[in-house]
């Protein structure tokens, strides 16, 4: 139990829709990061917010966006849904005083038809 | 540029062999390195991590690593496998001087009876 909550656990969405993941992480834990596992890899790093500002981005185009909020919960938004988009989305957040001990969520399972 | 690389897509063992779980990494300089493990349907489990401390790192569940900086290695292993270790292992390096984790592909432990 890592005290990170994800929701939804599971969505279905159509190419071209626009999906909202939500995270919830412990009080204090104030750098958050999204993660996308494409089925049979090992999880892609998209963003990470610290303080409600974006931190760092990986190789994830403009239609991925994020928003952290003061209550340590946060939220990754998809716009145009493709069909690739379609993985395991992980939330990750950790402490300002052990940043390279990040907790994980146990995700969202997104699946684009 | 930081990666890793885990050899051995599967890896199958009987119940109380020795586990042994390749992980080999690139980095310019001294990394952070970590393995986490991930059970089905869930997130990402922290087994142990290397900050530049010991070479030789104990983690949760009977699993230790040995940084080997000469062999670039961080091989996680276990003395005897019990079954309830079936899941995907993933070695993963902090990149550079942000909190980004980029991960190994991961390896399927099989633990047979």
């Known amino acids: 139990e890592t005290g990170v909550t994800q929701s939804p656990t599971h969505l279905i969405k159509t190419r071209g829709q626009q999906v909202t993941l939500r995270c919830s992480s412990q009080?204090?834990?104030?750098?958050v990061s999204w993660y996308q596992q494409a089925l049979g890899q090992g999880p892609q790093f998209i963003f990470q917010?610290?303080?409600?500002?974006?931190?760092g981005r990986g190789n994830f185009p403009p239609r991925f966006s994020g928003l952290q909020f003061p209550n340590y919960s946060s939220e990754l938004n998809v716009n145009a849904l493709e069909l690739d988009d379609s993985a395991l989305y992980l939330c990750?957040?950790?402490?300002?005083?052990?940043?390279?001990?990040?907790?994980f969520g146990p995700g969202t399972r997104l699946t684009v038809t | 540029a930081q990666s890793v690389t885990q050899l051995g897509s599967h890896v199958s063992v009987s119940e109380g062999a020795l586990v042994l779980l390749r992980c080999n990494y690139s980095?310019?300089?001294?990394?952070?390195l970590f393995w986490y493990v991930q059970y089905p349907n869930q997130g990402l489990q922290l087994l142990l991590k290397?900050?530049?401390?010991?070479?030789l790192v104990k983690g949760i569940n009977g699993f230790e690593a040995e940084f080997k900086k000469s062999e670039t290695s961080f091989h996680l292993t276990k003395p005897s496998a019990h079954m309830s270790d079936a899941a995907e292992y993933f070695c993963?390096?902090?990149?550079?001087?942000?909190?980004?984790?980029?991960f190994g592909s991961g390896t399927r432990l099989l633990v047979r009876p």
């Open positions: 990750a957040s950790s402490l300002e005083r052990n940043p390279y001990e990040q907790y």
């Open positions: 009080s204090g834990h104030n750098t």
């Open positions: 917010y610290y303080r409600e500002e974006e931190n």
């Open positions: 980095s310019s300089v001294p990394p952070y």
């Open positions: 290397y900050t530049s401390a010991a070479t």
């Open positions: 993963a390096v902090r990149k550079d001087s942000s909190y980004k984790l980029i």
